[in-house]
């Protein structure tokens, strides 16, 4: 596990608890909004990860963490990491939301650098997501973040300007 506590150049992260499930759920309001074109997925709310973790069938609660992002002080976002999933040498990201004022700020890609580099200090080998796309935009973030490896891909057979694909990336340490 990584230190409950990790500061980047402009960002602290800290494990959440319970105190911070009041501004936890504003933000995770904000992104069930923002994720509202995928019905399709469900996020799940910081107070179940907290309660007893989100995890995928046959994967234990104690490997599943959600970091607060701070800047300044005040929480701008969270991301959630499962440890060794799908595979020991594996951490999986299945949420990842910085709040609309603080986007396009560069906030994310200091935030995944960071936890990238800290991930292979602990003999991690692999980085994954999976993830909701509506623009090229958004590939491009998780490119540039240099998550490069596509796992899969999910697209509806028929393609509208209200589609979206689904996408799992990897990022090899």
């Known amino acids: 596990m ?7 150049e402009h960002l602290q992260l800290s494990l959440a608890t319970s105190e911070d499930l009041m501004v936890l759920k504003k933000i995770y309001a904000e992104a069930t909004l923002c994720y509202s074109f995928d019905s399709g997925y469900e996020i799940t709310s910081p107070e179940v990860i907290l309660r007893k973790g989100a995890l995928p069938s046959n994967h234990i609660a104690n490997s599943s963490y ?11 976002g969270y991301i959630e990491v499962y ?7 594996n951490i999986y990201i299945p949420f990842f939301y910085i709040t609309d004022t603080y ?3 560069a906030y994310g890609e200091d935030v995944l650098a960071y ?13 994954s997501v999976y993830t909701a796309l509506k623009t ?7 490119q540039s973040c240099g998550f490069d490896t596509i796992l899969s891909v999910e ?5 509208t300007e209200h589609n979206y694909v689904h996408v799992e990336l990897q990022y090899i340490i």
């Open 2 to 8: 990584l230190n409950t506590t990790i500061s980047t």
């Open 66 to 76: 959600i970091y607060c992002i701070y800047l300044k002080g005040h929480m701008i």
């Open 83 to 89: 440890l060794g999933f799908p595979t020991s040498d």
């Open 103 to 105: 986007k396009n700020k």
């Open 115 to 127: 936890l990238i580099e800290a991930f292979g200090k602990q003999n991690y080998k692999t980085v």
């Open 136 to 142: 090229w935009k958004d590939l491009a973030f998780w």
């Open 155 to 159: 697209i509806d057979s028929i393609t």
